[in-house]
């Protein structure tokens, strides 16, 4: 097997297999500029290749991938290049939609930390692999952004109002829950993977679609999520979630948890009033858009959102999310709006605008597609 050992995506390459490994272990993964170019040029140079029947993605360490690298692109914004920023981040939008859109399997093996754009690059492909190391979030409205790189499409998708409670609470949910709502095809206990990688690596010239599943059922274990998991509440959940407006769903919880208070009840109702009032508007409409659109109509309509955000206009809610969370570490943003009711309806809209008054500025151009699988054209 070839190798490039000292790049931050490494490659192996079998006579019709590719496995990529996210390798910058230190920071779990995370997305840097390099790799979001390097994994697109081998997507689409793969997508090309005959001989490719199959891409195994995973990640070195402890992690799948905890995302995009955020301090990267606050540190551009606070030099007064948001659209570096934003350019980053429509760079990793094209990633999601060719992935989304692949003519061939893509397995993800998650076997660790997946957040955020870490989710935007295993998501959209194919197969998903849990494990019981696996935990998946999409923390963005803790740190005063919006669930991006498609989760407008995939959260949508999720079973009743699961996707509202995931992308508005930033709830973790381990590999089990992955597998109960379908962020995750298969479940696969970390000691197989192994065994798993050497399987896929054998598929020939025959049908590798039928060929990948056949594999990965062989191997699939069906593990029941646990007692307090928010998989066994899915009535509750449909039940506020469902709610027109963010206020609505707090009050329908808060009314929940008058009748039959619970140490969940209170801590989703927790985690909804830690988070930026911002962007539990913004992420909440951005969702429901999503459930009556394709996958390049999400991602498109994400870009125009995410630009605003780094542009700070409206709020600057993102860089003091970054700063609590991640660079400070207090844990204690000073949100602006500080409230629900002082974020209108009106400031909210203009995140959903194109960015009129930037020169040079444009909607986000999606490559074409061309010979797209059905499971693809399903997406769009």
């Known amino acids: 097997m070839a190798s490039e050992p000292h790049s931050q995506v490494l490659v192996e390459e079998t006579s019709s297999v590719r496995i990529l490994t996210l390798n910058r272990p230190k920071k779990l993964n995370a997305l840097s500029l390099n790799m979001i170019n390097r994994l697109l040029q081998l997507f689409l140079a793969y997508e090309e290749d005959p001989s490719v029947k199959l891409i195994i993605l995973k990640g070195q360490g402890r992690a799948f991938c905890a995302g995009d690298d955020v301090s990267a692109v606050v540190r551009d914004i606070k030099l007064g290049k948001w659209r570096r920023s934003a350019d980053f981040m429509s760079l990793g939008y094209t990633l999601n939609y060719v992935m989304a859109t692949y003519s061939k399997d893509q397995v993800s093996i998650l076997n660790g930390i997946v957040m955020g754009g870490g989710a935007g690059v295993c998501v959209h492909g194919r197969f998903r692999i849990a494990t019981e190391n696996t935990v998946f979030a999409m923390p963005q409205t803790s740190l005063g952004v919006f669930p991006d790189v498609g989760a407008s499409y ?23 829950e992955m597998l109960a709502c379908g962020l995750a095809t298969h479940f696969v206990p970390s000691t197989r993977l192994s065994a798993l990688e050497a399987d896929l690596c054998r598929v020939g010239s025959s049908d590798p679609v039928t060929f990948a599943s056949t594999i990965l059922d062989a191997h699939t274990q069906y593990p029941h999520p646990k007692h307090r998991s928010a998989c066994h509440r899915l009535d509750v959940i449909d039940k506020c979630f469902s709610r027109r407006t963010v206020e609505e769903i707090i009050s329908a919880l808060e009314s929940e948890a008058t009748h039959k208070p619970d140490d969940w009840t209170s801590a989703t109702i927790g985690a909804l009033k830690k988070a930026s009032p911002a962007s539990l508007k913004i992420s909440l409409r951005s969702i429901r858009e999503g459930r009556l659109q394709g996958v390049g109509q ?3 309509r994400e870009n125009r959102t995410v630009s605003h955000v780094m542009k700070g206009d409206i709020s600057k809610d993102f860089v003091e999310g970054c700063r609590a969370i991640l660079i400070d570490k207090d844990r204690n943003p000073k949100w602006e709006p500080r409230r629900l009711e002082e974020m209108k309806d009106s400031m909210v809209e203009q995140y959903f605008k194109r960015v009129e008054d930037e020169e040079g500025w444009e909607d986000l151009k999606l490559p074409p597609r061309k010979d797209l699988p059905a499971s693809a054209i399903a997406k769009l």
């Open 154 to 176: 995939f959260l949508s998708r999720l079973p009743g109002f699961f996707g509202e409670y995931v992308g508005l609470t930033g709830a973790r949910l381990d590999g089990a």
């Open 298 to 300: 999400c991602l498109i």
